[in-house]
């Protein structure tokens, strides 16, 4: 059983598959997934696949105990913007949540902290809910500046929205340096971090859900979900096998 000072928010484990996946592979995982997480949970599960695959995913899903997210979306509602899916597509499709801010989305295709912001606006005006992610590079936590980091990704949102709409929005610790390297920071700095972020939250530190992400396996997926503060996991690589997933989502419920 979770701690008391966390009982009350329900636990969450989000699968983002990133560029994986077929159809036939996809089948398969989901089939494993479904048939092991059935009935009542005390943790929501949410798979985010690419997007050519969501409406192949929506189908499968359907009518189990798993949730349909996606792994970005435009700031924009519609245009030319070639390439780009918009929050009220992801909508259409029955999506429930929408991963924004990213650490690859940030490195690799340059998202700012202000565009970041923008998505997440575009997100909850559609009616889904947006998992923020946030973290330090190495560099920043080598300096020590981890927190000053975190807290200007957080800014930057608050700044266009207040804090009010967290109440429906969830957040993601994601340290860039544990992400896909296997390194997982130690249940002190991920709490540090997810208590930090709690205090930026003001009157609603208690009542939004924080995730970890970095380098969470079923072999200490139960630590970190011990911690007052981490009420679930973003999870990369293990969410593309099935009973790695699904160990995980135990260690939650």
Not at 71 to 87: I, L, N
Not at 94 to 111: A, L, P
Not at 218 to 240: T, Y
């Amino acid at each position: 059983m979770n701690k008391a000072s966390n009982a009350k928010r329900r636990q969450l484990v989000v699968g983002n598959w990133k560029m994986n996946g077929n159809l036939h592979e996809n089948a398969e995982l989901l089939a494993k997934v479904a048939a092991g997480w059935h009935g009542e949970h005390n943790a929501d599960v949410v798979i985010c696949p690419p997007f050519p695959y969501l409406i192949h995913t929506g189908s499968l899903i359907s009518g189990s105990a798993i949730l349909l997210g996606a792994q970005t979306a435009s700031e924009h509602g519609k245009g030319a913007y070639t390439g780009e899916v918009s929050a009220s597509m992801l909508a259409d499709l029955d999506c429930k949540f929408v991963i924004i801010g990213h650490n690859e989305r940030r490195r690799m295709q340059g998202e700012t902290d202000e565009q970041v912001a923008r998505q997440f606006v575009a997100v909850q005006q559609a009616g889904l809910i947006p998992i923020l992610c946030v973290g330090e590079s190495l560099q920043d936590r080598e300096q020590g500046r981890q927190l000053e980091t975190i807290g200007r990704q957080l800014n930057a949102v608050f700044a266009h929205t207040g804090k009010d709409v967290f109440n429906n929005a969830v957040l993601a610790y994601e340290p860039v340096w544990a992400v896909g390297t296997g390194k997982t920071a130690t249940p002190e700095q991920a709490e540090e971090v997810h208590r930090f972020m709690r205090a930026q939250l003001g009157e609603l530190a208690g009542k939004v859900r924080v995730l970890y992400g970095g380098s969470v396996k079923a072999h200490n997926a139960q630590q970190l979900f011990a911690l007052p503060d981490i009420d679930g996991a973003l999870l990369g690589g293990a969410s593309l096998d099935a009973d790695e997933f699904l160990a995980i989502c135990r260690a939650a419920d």
